[in-house]
């Protein structure tokens, strides 16, 4: 059996992620504070001592990942740098440092958003981390010769708008969104940007 490094295996998206992978992978969950390794992305030492404990692994699929969400002026610079460090950079530790354990062939997914492409007030941070990972993925395919890397960009899940108390009407079903992380880790292809249709 195939081997899944799952982190955020406790989200709205990453707890389908973990239910649809199940059934043909053995998946390995990482958090924070629960799950089979607790890790803060954002911590070299502790990602490469995860990935020594793990050892080879066929796939990893980040879904995880701080960013401020907030007006223009409700940013500090601080802020900037959190989400900076968390969400980008704690997904491009995940593959730089992975990518020494994984076995050939292995896929990485990492997790954006649709605020990339299309920004809305609010999401000014999250934008900016997204497009900055799919620019990160982009260029990674061409030099990960024996592996691949592709990005999920996620919209609103339903169940995320139905906690928010938000008009869930446009929301995406959260297991739609897993299927995506499934077929960017097995389609074979690198480089790629998902979108739920």
């Known amino acids: 059996m195939k081997k899944a490094i799952l982190v955020g295996s406790t989200g709205v998206i990453g707890s389908k992620v973990k239910e649809l992978?199940?059934?043909?992978?053995?998946?390995?969950?990482?958090?924070?504070?629960?799950?089979?390794?607790?890790?803060?992305?954002?911590?070299?030492?502790?990602?490469?001592?995860?990935?020594?404990?793990?050892?080879?692994?066929?796939?990893?699929?980040?879904?995880s990942g701080y960013g401020k969400w907030g007006s223009i002026d409700e940013h500090s610079i601080q802020d900037f740098h959190d989400g900076l460090n968390s969400k980008l950079m704690g997904q491009v530790n995940m593959v730089m440092i992975g990518?020494?354990?994984?076995?050939?062939?292995?896929?990485?997914?990492?997790s954006t958003g649709i605020?990339?492409?299309?920004?809305?007030?609010?999401g000014l941070s999250l934008g900016m981390i997204n497009a900055g990972l799919e620019a990160f993925v982009r260029g990674a395919a061409l030099e990960m010769k024996n592996m691949t890397i592709n990005a999920v960009s996620p919209s609103f899940a339903k169940e995320?708008?139905?906690l928010m108390g938000m008009d869930s009407s446009t929301g995406v079903p959260a297991i739609e969104f897993a299927k995506l992380y499934k077929e960017a880790i097995e389609s074979g292809k690198s480089g790629e940007i998902y979108h739920a249709s």
């Open 21 to 63: 992978l199940s059934a043909e992978y053995e998946v390995i969950t990482v958090n924070r504070t629960s799950g089979d390794y607790q890790v803060d992305m954002a911590d070299v030492n502790a990602v490469e001592n995860m990935f020594k404990e793990i050892g080879a692994f066929d796939a990893l699929i980040t879904t």
């Open 99 to 110: 990518r020494k354990y994984a076995n050939e062939g292995a896929s990485f997914v990492v």
């Open 115 to 122: 605020l990339a492409q299309y920004p809305v007030e609010g």
């Open 160 to 162: 995320t708008m139905e």
